[in-house]
Every structure is written in structure tokens, then in C-alpha cells.
């Protein structure tokens, strides 16, 4: 199979034949029709991520078609169009047998512990744990960018956040993350202040549903802003893009038992921010982490689909072949596009 592939972390990215993936007993492989390209996938290339090991082949947004199906597999056959979350769990632990695969003790993540989609073929274990049948209506590009900003933002606002219909949204960056973050809160009736560098992409947010728009460069207070705009502070915050500024100003927009939501990655200087523990504790603050969403989530968010209260194609930026992907996933730290970057031709 045709598959892009680095050798060596921040190094220079080739197309190559290399051999087709055989499924795993409890697995499956899966054509892919359609990958996302991620700013995780580029830090994964930068290094940032310890489970990878080198050669890498990248990808962890995806869908397509089973190929072939592991002896133990019981739920799929070959044919079957499927997706999956980009953590997948063992099925067995203490933590998937709560419901929650997405830190499961055991967890594999294609494209991170083991290769992933930027590829025609991909292996995925425990297929009956993790894959998601994808209604014959949404094409693979759509269920591609899905992926792991779509439905991680669906999990921090709606299981995390636990966003109510007229309560307040911040969203700090406006990424594939953030911008995803905002569909989702106008679906579920919130008010939402979007916040970012780039007034190209804040224009967008305002047409998917932002009703307030700041820019970080052209403001001297982010937090004093959001305060402003929300009358006080909002209900629930979200960090999108990952630096200890964007967490520091997440925190620091909200109402009294307001909650933070942590979904942009950091890393190197900005892995430990300072968190205002004393505001913390006086306003009785929720500080909360989310990390990818469970295949048995996945029904709410696809009915929301199908019933046209969310649109993720509208996030769907530029559609790439597998060989435009080795120049576009070393400029994913330039922040040059917006909406989602989708592999769909191999």
C-alpha cells in the first residue's frame, strides 16, 4: 500500500509502498476514504509525543471501509462503513468497563502507538470495542473531520461542560477545535464569545453562530473582555488551542462556579501553567480535562447530524491527496488555514 512516512521526528515526509496491515484476532482492517490532517498529527511529528516510534506513518482521523476482519471480531464484517475515536480502549479494564474508553489504562491511538491513516490501509484492535457504524447519508470526507476535533469538542461542552441552552461560551482559538466548539453550543441554544488572533477566522466563527468576537492582538484585556461581553463571566470556557496565555485567559473569564475545559494539547514550556488555585477554591471553580469521546457516544452526536442541528461539513475546509499531505502537515504549526484539512484522495 502507498503510505506517508517520516523517518526521523521533524524530518522530511515520503510516499512509500509498504506492506498491506494484516487484522489483529479482535481487530480489523480498514480501507480508508478519508483522513483529517491535525495539528496532534504535527506534534506527533515534532516529537512531542513518547509512544511513537520511528519509521512513523501518521493519522488518526479517519474513515472508510472494513477490508478484512480479525477471527474474534463478532460486531463487523468486511463492507462495513465505519469511523472510530481516535483513543480507542482494550474493552476489558476498570475504565472501559465504566464507560470510559477514552482513558483507558490499556489505550492505542493509530497514528501515535501504532501507524495510522495516511495510508490506503490501516489496522485497528478490538474492533468491537471501538469502530462506529457511519449512516449510508454522511460521506467519508464529513465523517473524517469528525475525527478528533469534532468529537472531542462534543464531549468537552456537552459531557464535560455540561453547556445549558442561554448560558455563556467562551472559546479560546478558533481551530478545528474551537471552531467545532462553536457549532456545537449554538446547536444546544448557549451564547458563544469566540476568541483568536486572526480575523479571517474570526469572521467564520461569527457565521457558524458566534455572537461575540474578540481578537487576543488587538485587545488589552482578553479576560476583561470576556467578562464584559458576558456580563460578568461565562458559564464554561474552553481552551482550543493549548498555551499557558489561552488557559491563563480560559480561567480567567469566568462567572463563580464557571468550569475550564482543557482540550488544546501543551506542551515543552507550556506542559505545567499556573492555575489560580486561590480563585479556584474561593469561587468554587471546575478545572476539567477532555480527551477524545467513547464510540458509545457517538449515536447523539450522528442523530444531531442527521437531523441537521449540526453541520460539521461546514468546518471542511481543504480536500488534499495523500502527497499533498507531506508539505501540509510540517506547516500545521503556522495556523495558515481554516476549518478542517481532509486527506480524501490516495
Known amino acids: 500500500m502507498k503510505a506517508a512516512i ?38 506527533g511529528w515534532m516529537g512531542h509525543d513518547p509512544d511513537i516510534r520511528l519509521p512513523h506513518v501518521p493519522g488518526h482521523e479517519l474513515a472508510g471501509v472494513i477490508e478484512a476482519v480479525g477471527l474474534e471480531v463478532t460486531r463487523w464484517k468486511a463492507g462495513d462503513r465505519v469511523t472510530l475515536p481516535f483513543v480507542c480502549g482494550c474493552g ?20 501515535f502507538t501504532h501507524w495510522g491513516s495516511f495510508a490506503e490501509y490501516v489496522a485497528i484492535d478490538y474492533a468491537d470495542a471501538n469502530l462506529v457504524h457511519l449512516p449510508d447519508e454522511l460521506d ?55 476568541i483568536d488572533i486572526d480575523d479571517h477566522k474570526l469572521e467564520f466563527a461569527s457565521k457558524i453562530g ?18 464584559a461581553e458576558s456580563s ?3 458559564h464554561v470556557s474552553i481552551d482550543a488551542l493549548g498555551s499557558s496565555v489561552t488557559c491563563a485567559n480560559s480561567i ?24 489560580p488555585m486561590d480563585r479556584v477554591i474561593a469561587e468554587e471553580l471546575e478545572i476539567l480535562g477532555s480527551h477524545g469521546m467513547q464510540a458509545h457516544r457517538y449515536p447523539e452526536l450522528l442523530d444531531m447530524i442527521g437531523s441537521g442541528d449540526l453541520r460539521p461539513e461546514l468546518l471542511i475546509g481543504n480536500r488534499i491527496s495523500l502527497e499533498d499531505s507531506i508539505a501540509a502537515l510540517p506547516n500545521m504549526d503556522k495556523f495558515e488555514n481554516v476549518g478542517i484539512t481532509v486527506i480524501d484522495r490516495f
Open 252 to 275: 480567567g473569564g469566568l462567572r463563580k462556579r464557571g468550569k475550564h475545559i482543557q482540550v488544546g494539547l501543551m506542551v515543552g514550556s507550556d506542559r505545567s501553567p499556573e492555575v
Open 92 to 111: 476489558a479494564c476498570p475504565q472501559c468497563n465504566s464507560g470510559n474508553q477514552q482513558v483507558c489504562d490499556h489505550q492505542f491511538q493509530p497514528g
Open 232 to 234: 460578568g463571566g461565562v
Open 140 to 194: 467519508f470526507v464529513t465523517a473524517a473531520s469528525l475525527g478528533c476535533r469534532f468529537v472531542t469538542s462534543f464531549r468537552a461542552i456537552v459531557d464535560q461542560g455540561q453547556l445549558k441552552p442561554g448560558q455563556w461560551l467562551a472559546v479560546h482559538g478558533c481551530g478545528g477545535v474551537g471552531l467545532s466548539a462553536i457549532m456545537i453550543a449554538r446547536a444546544l441554544d448557549a451564547r458563544v464569545i469566540a
Open 210 to 227: 458566534a455572537d461575540v468576537t474578540i481578537n487576543a492582538s488587538d485587545t488589552d484585556s482578553v479576560i476583561d473582555g470576556v467578562k
Open 6 to 43: 517520516y523517518q526521523a521526528f521533524a524530518g522530511p515526509l515520503t510516499i512509500n509502498t509498504v506492506p498491506d496491515p494484516e487484522p489483529p484476532a479482535k481487530g480489523v482492517v480498514i480501507a480508508v476514504r478519508a483522513t483529517g490532517l491535525c495539528r496532534s498529527d504535527w506534534h
